[in-house]
């Protein structure tokens, strides 16, 4: 790929922004001063700096981050902070996807893709892949049958479907951990409002194989997809 392309991929500037940057010297390939706009990189082998700095190259990027409350799952916003703005050199260069979206007020799990097919993978109601939450109520909560039966509940639109617990177990005390194979609007807020309980917590802490483990609230980390299927 041409150098002046690879760094316009990567939010580095326009071409005639890039064109200043080989100009004056600031790009350098496998430790030679790189002169011409059309100079043709490898992307896999050949080492790039700009200014000094690496720029790493990913052929796929995938990142688990443990969300904050107060920002929205989205590129952009105009009134709320977004978990893109979580997001650090060089990895905010990358077009990442967002992939099960959480609620603003709801913390945990959430995974950031450059392939639009592993996002829908993960998202897909085909794919049956496990969400687990940990969930605390506004009262004490002992009895899941209706939840491990199957409650109907609303999506987004004001359809109607079966929204099921596939697990479901007291962790203590208005505290509640709850395994569902979707993800739909709302749904496991509504699940609990549909049985007279309010959740005033919502934390996911698993996707398919992937945990959050002992990520810090607004700290990420890249991942193999190994790691979740």
């Given amino acids: ?36 706009n059309d100079f043709k ?65 709801t913390e945990g799990l959430l995974v950031l893709t450059t392939s639009g097919e592993f996002a829908h993978e993960i998202t897909s109601p085909n794919s049956n892949i496990l969400k687990t939450y940990e969930v605390l109520l506004d009262k004490d909560c002992n009895d899941f049958t209706e939840l491990e039966k199957g409650v109907i509940i609303k999506d987004g639109k004001g359809n109607e479907y079966l929204a099921k617990a596939i697990a479901i177990s007291r962790l203590g005390f208005c505290k509640i951990k709850i395994v569902i194979d979707e993800g739909k609007f709302h749904q496991v807020k509504r699940m609990f409002e549909k049985i007279g309980y309010i959740v005033i917590g919502l934390k996911r802490v698993k996707i398919g194989n992937l945990e959050l483990g002992d990520l810090k609230i607004g700290e990420y980390r890249i991942f193999k997809r190994e790691e979740l299927l």
């Fill in 1 to 36: 790929m041409r150098i002046d392309k690879y760094l316009s991929n990567l939010k580095y500037g326009s071409r005639t922004e890039i064109k200043k940057l080989i100009k004056d010297k600031k790009v350098i390939v496998n430790n030679e001063v790189i002169k011409n």
């Fill in 41 to 105: 990189i490898d992307l896999k082998n050949d080492s790039v700096l700009i200014d000094g700095k690496v720029i790493p190259y990913f052929e796929e990027l995938n990142l688990v981050l443990n969300k904050p409350s107060g920002y929205l799952s989205a590129n952009k916003d105009n009134l709320h902070k977004t978990v893109i703005d979580l997001i650090d050199e060089p990895f905010n260069r990358y077009d990442l996807k967002i992939s099960g979206r959480l609620d603003l007020d």
